[in-house]
């Protein structure tokens, strides 16, 4: 396992470990090892129970100077009880939590019989509530499924089933079972070969931790890495007892004794790689490519996508996020950097380069609305609601039906003067508008000239529905539909015969057919029209009635 190999090895720098000190271990590894570090911290400086107290004050007090209970304490947080290094505040006699801390014998004494220099070993030893140590009883350490008793600050008591283990058991909180952990594998190699006569139970043989035990511990061990205060404990012990915890010092080699030792080269970075730089349009939709990231121990990465301000990723910690281009002004490079992990190194950034190429979207006209005019009146046209998506200044050239002359036609508004009509006409205005660069499609508007007379003297109605002609597009023939209304005070009465108008009218602007030139009664009419004499292309349908007049765009395909 790899993986704890760097992050750890910051401990040793930090740790005040003498040279030469570890020398017979090294290159070592399985019960080799464990013997070899055996010997290294056997015959330590045993020390007497009474002197245990005292001891606490170098090797297990807070930076405040109160009391380091791992069953009370709340790690970022505010314990629920404190002590203090006072005879008044040791056990003693406890009914409940608080009252007064003791010697909590991680390894339980009765597990080697009470027996010397285990009993005063203070690596194993460690001042704790006495009420929660008394709760902890002998019992193993070990992962609760179903608590039957939890501490103030979160430890609990109860049956576990897990690592093929059932029974009950003690468990701390997550935060220091990695420093229990490393204390039972000091036990288990500072008294390897010396367990004569010390019990076997659900947990230990002797000193030999069960197979579930060990299974567990070195999860406990690579989730809660060594801490800033076990460094400075094994030191404060070294002074006292003249040996060290080595899997404080070496994390790495809990890994070498009870599992698989890594004897190469230690963990390496992975290597980022962002993958080609790309060349792209706007409003485009770009994948990025980390996919060839690699790293040398062949371990999953995770990947970190850092886009530029403003682009948004589909998913920043995905191999191949996306995004879609913005529009831009010129050509723009944006840089995106990806930084991989494989869970202990992030590799060194890499970057890639999507360069926007400006596309320029052509404008769109809008020739205004459909206008109904009497003769000789003044006609306004209204190109005004063209636009373009950059917004760039556009310019207009309207094209007028013959005989009709603009004031001027490269006017957003140009005007006219209506013409002198026999019959009510449809004159068809085409509109294109320009950004300097692209032009649009042309749009059209259709100008409805009344005959005068034909005005003052038809019955006509201004309120009417014209349908959308069906089908359209169509192949021969579309169906053009209109109603008119009953007269609107008296629901029931009709308004009479209207004089109702319907014309085609080709793109030029020239009338290719009257359709209806009659007067119709109230209620729904329709009228085919049956284009096969004429060639395929947009057509008008203008239905006039008064001085209201409508038109409908339909497409003749042949």
Not at 17 to 46: C, K, T, V
Not at 404 to 426: C, G, Q, Y
Not at 465 to 474: E, I
Request: hydrophobic letters at 35%.
């Amino acid at each position: 396992m790899k993986s704890i190999f760097v992050f750890l090895f910051i401990a040793f720098l930090a740790a005040d470990i003498p040279p030469g000190y570890y020398d017979d271990a090294e290159g070592l590894d399985g019960d080799s090892l464990r013997l070899a570090l055996h010997n290294i911290i056997d015959d330590h400086n045993a020390q007497s129970y009474s002197s245990l107290h005292g001891h606490f004050e170098s090797t297990d007090a807070k930076p405040d100077g109160t009391v380091w209970d791992m069953y009370s304490d709340v790690p970022g947080g505010t314990p629920p009880y404190i002590y203090n290094f006072t005879s008044s505040d040791q056990c003693g006699n406890y009914s409940e939590e608080g009252d007064c801390y003791n010697r909590e014998h991680s390894w339980p004494k009765s597990w080697f019989n009470d027996a010397m220099p285990m009993k005063t070993d203070l690596f194993h030893i460690y001042p704790t509530d006495g009420y929660v140590n008394g709760m902890r009883s002998n019992y193993p350490y070990g992962e609760v499924a179903s608590p039957n008793w939890t501490s103030q600050n979160g430890s609990q008591r109860g049956t576990m089933d897990a690592y093929g283990y059932e029974g009950t058991v003690f468990e701390p909180i997550d935060e220091y079972k990695g420093d229990f952990a490393r204390t039972y594998f000091y036990m288990s190699t500072r008294y390897y070969t010396e367990d004569s006569g010390w019990d076997e139970n659900d947990m230990v043989n002797g000193a030999d931790l069960k197979a579930w035990a060990v299974e567990m511990l070195m999860d406990w061990h690579f989730q809660d890495s060594v801490s800033q205060k076990e460094i400075d404990r094994n030191d404060a012990v070294y002074e006292i007892q003249e040996n060290r915890n080595p899997f404080i010092d070496h994390p790495e080699w809990v890994d070498c004794v009870w599992g698989e030792c890594n004897t190469g080269a230690e963990n390496q970075p992975p290597v980022a790689n962002a993958g080609p730089d790309q060349i792209v349009s706007e409003n485009q939709l770009v994948t990025l490519d980390g996919s060839e990231s690699y790293d040398e121990e062949n371990i999953a990465l995770s990947y970190m996508w850092t886009p530029p301000n403003g682009i948004l990723l589909s998913d920043p910690t995905s191999a191949t996020p996306s995004f879609t281009t913005p529009i831009v002004e010129d050509s723009i490079a944006f840089i995106f950097v990806l930084i991989v992990s494989d869970g202990e190194f992030d590799s060194e950034p890499d970057s890639v380069t999507i360069t926007v190429f400006h596309t320029n979207i052509p404008p769109v006209a809008n020739a205004g609305p459909d206008q109904t005019v009497m003769e000789n009146e003044t006609v306004i046209l209204d190109g005004t609601e063209s636009s373009d998506f950059e917004n760039a200044n556009i310019s207009y050239l309207w094209t007028a039906p013959t005989d009709i002359e603009l004031d001027d036609p490269t006017r957003s508004m140009p005007t006219f003067i209506s013409p002198e009509v026999d019959d009510s006409t449809a004159l068809l205005f085409a509109l294109i508008v320009s950004d300097g660069d692209l032009e649009s499609d042309p749009d059209s508007v259709v100008i409805i000239v009344l005959n005068t007379l034909g005005v003052a003297t038809d019955p006509t109605l201004n309120d009417f529905t014209f349908y959308s002609p069906y089908p359209n597009p169509f192949n021969t023939t579309t169906t053009i539909r209109f109603n008119i209304p009953v007269e609107t005070r008296h629901p029931s009465i009709p308004l009479g015969n209207r004089a109702v108008s319907i014309q085609i009218i080709d793109i030029t602007g020239h009338k290719v057919e009257t359709m209806m030139n009659e007067t119709v009664e109230a209620g729904k009419h329709e009228i085919k029209w049956n284009a096969s004499p004429y060639a395929s292309g947009i057509y008008f349908a203008v239905l006039q009635s008064g001085k209201k007049s409508v038109s409908e765009k339909i497409i003749y395909i042949k």
